[in-house]
């Protein structure tokens, strides 16, 4: 039969341009929010994290920000490099006792030198 | 510093032979987790132990599957008999506790023919 894989956001973003990805999520129970980013070949890679008593957070040439009205995540990139090529996850997890990890599809960054 | 590391790092297979997937995790971490990757259905949650007692194992597709953690340093994962819809890529993944920032391993490429 046929073979239908997930079809990944892609974003395109010339070298030196900021990248935003986004991550619309459903539970309003989230309280924790984690971008990865995965390279070919090898595993995701944590990048940065917000909790839901924030709404941005910062790190190396990274931005997290936090709409918890809209339910929304995004990860911005600034002066994007050929390396930051990659597929980049949200992740999200519930308050609670036990916080299980849940994983967005993820967005492929393609970086154009 | 040695991250978490997973064996082999390909294996390709048969169908209905026994495949054992290893993992060492960050030694101190609390949490380990074993996810899988596939085209179809992206990065999905199979099992997750907390102090090497499985919290939640909902996502092991059947009893085929299984795995193990006789202590803090060694987690398997065992298919019997493995079948071609197993195929995947098979990451493992530790953390100091529970969703806090995982550390993934490279995975282990499975190919059952």
């Given at each position: 039969g046929e073979n239908v894989g997930l079809h990944l956001p892609t974003l395109s973003v010339q070298e030196g341009d900021n990248s935003i990805i986004n991550c619309a999520y459903?539970?309003?129970?989230?309280?924790y929010f984690i971008w990865y980013k995965q390279e070919s070949g090898k595993g995701p890679q944590f990048i940065i994290d917000i909790r839901s008593n924030m709404d941005k957070r910062q790190g190396q040439r990274v931005t997290v920000l936090l709409n918890k009205t809209v339910k929304h995540l995004s990860l911005q990139i600034a002066a994007t490099q050929p390396g930051d090529s990659a597929v980049y996850f949200c992740a999200l997890a519930e308050g609670g006792g036990y916080q299980k990890v849940t994983f967005g599809i993820g967005t492929k960054l393609q970086v154009i030198p | 510093d040695a991250g978490v590391i997973q064996s082999p790092r390909h294996e390709v297979t048969e169908m209905g032979q026994e495949v054992t997937l290893r993992c060492k995790p960050i030694s101190g971490h609390n949490s380990l987790f074993w996810y899988r990757q596939t085209m179809m259905r992206g990065l999905e949650l199979l099992i997750y132990f907390n102090n090497n007692v499985p919290?939640?194992?909902?996502?092991?597709?059947?009893?085929?599957f299984s795995a193990k953690m006789?202590?803090?340093?060694f987690s398997t994962l065992k298919i019997?008999?493995?079948?071609?819809?197993?195929?995947a890529v098979y990451f493992c993944a530790s953390s100091l506790e529970g969703a806090q920032p995982q550390h993934f391993g490279d995975g282990t490429r499975l190919s059952i023919l």
């Open positions: 459903s539970n309003s129970a989230s309280d | 919290i939640d194992d909902s996502g092991m597709p059947e009893d085929r006789p202590n803090a340093s019997q008999p493995s079948e071609p819809r197993d195929s």
